[in-house]
């Protein structure tokens, strides 16, 4: 499969990465020299310096072959132009990236009058996905699969929950819930766990389970499951504005604070339900004023990463608030992650794995294809969603009969809009959605679980 990317900036660097590993011939495009050949160095790639939206330099890339073109530039207009062109040289595939709120409504008629097959806002999933955690704040990180029936939970395990020294197999039956144990992180290891895994305090645990089996599993062990009350945003870019809109539609009050005035006004008028402050997000004074202590959640959305995290470490010393920040800059994740500091959100790995996801169906060769694609343990293991679409050597045949690769689980079966978890008797079969959670790169087709 050839795949040519416009734009080379963070997303682009990020999906290139990705892609690399899927043994995709890459094509890079980028009107900055630097950035194409920092790039070049790091992976096998073809880089070309030029405009994206040039018939000249796309054709220079190879667009009368490619198969998919990708535009992630900073401009939704330029994105959407090269995707245009593209179509028109070629009739591939295009994926464009397009974030001014401004173009939400017109999604539809961009995707049919000019062809553009798949449109990412990366803004509007990380606020998606931050609505979710507020929802459910217990959770560190919630993915969802078969449009929202199933979910992947992540949470910390606690001395409260008296989960410490029970294996995986006891979860399940003292507590009596319909979930399944699919990942665990321990200080030393990342592993997708047999039965007879040994769970300890300080584990951050992932289950597979519908929102009520989660929800009951939670109450039971001690964890908070009803949604927050209330919510401050410092920073009032456009993840701020999808994200009030959604917390406004589910009866959540919301405070946005805002150091531009005119940004304070502009969203005043699109949200008049929500209190907008014109003020430093970064001023102790003005957080306590605003009443932080007694805050239910607190999430950092301003353009530094390093005032997202400062300012969520200092929440976290003060309240129990529910946290979350933002952070762009993908480098240092493994230390974020030390801080201990609640829910990160990456909006640059949401919208690699929406694509790849996307490019992964594109590329399977029977009749399933990947519906959801996730990457989960620090990017260490998967969880795909595949929709059987005919019979194949998986399908009809009891789970404990397959010869299933190691380090794989069957995590869940959605047949005709009923979630299950598997057992072994279980059997795959046509019309089925399966989500598989493994640390096996680079599955495209359901027949990929068989050793």
Known sequence: MQVIIVGCGKVGRNLAEQLQAEDIDITLVDTVADKINDLCENIDAMGIVGNGASINTLMEAGVDTADILIAVTASDELNLLCCLIAQKANHCQTIARVRNPIYGKEIGFIKERLGVTMIINPELAAAQEISRLLRFPSAIKIDTFARGRVELLKFKVLPEFKLDGMSVSQVSDTFRSDILVCAIESPDNVSIPGGDHIIHNG??????????????????????????????????????????????????????????????????????????????????SLLLEEGLTESESFVTLTNLDEENVFLALFAKSISDAKLVAKVNRLEFDDVIDTLDIGSIIYPKNITADYILQYVRATQNSIGSNVETLYHILDGN????????????????????????????????????????????????????????VTTHKGLRDITDILA
């Open 203 to 284: 584990d951050m645990v992932s289950i597979l389970a519908s929102p009520l089996n989660a929800a009951s599993f939670f109450r039971k062990i001690g964890l908070k499951t009803n949604q927050v009350k209330n919510c401050i945003i410092v920073g009032g870019g456009t993840i701020s504005y999808y994200l009030t809109l959604a917390l406004l539609d589910m009866k959540i009050g919301v405070k946005i604070i805002e150091q531009n005035k005119e940004r304070c006004e502009h969203l005043s008028e699109l949200l008049p339900e929500a209190t907008i402050i014109n003020g430093d997000g970064t001023n102790r």
């Open 381 to 436: 293991a998967e969880a795909l969603e595949f929709a059987i679409r005919e019979e194949s050597q998986v399908t009809d045949i009891p789970l404990t009969d397959l010869n299933l690769r190691k380090n794989l689980l069957v995590g869940c079966l959605n047949r005709n809009g009923r979630i299950r978890i598997p057992r072994g008797q279980d059997t795959i079969q046509v019309g089925d959605t399966v989500i598989i």
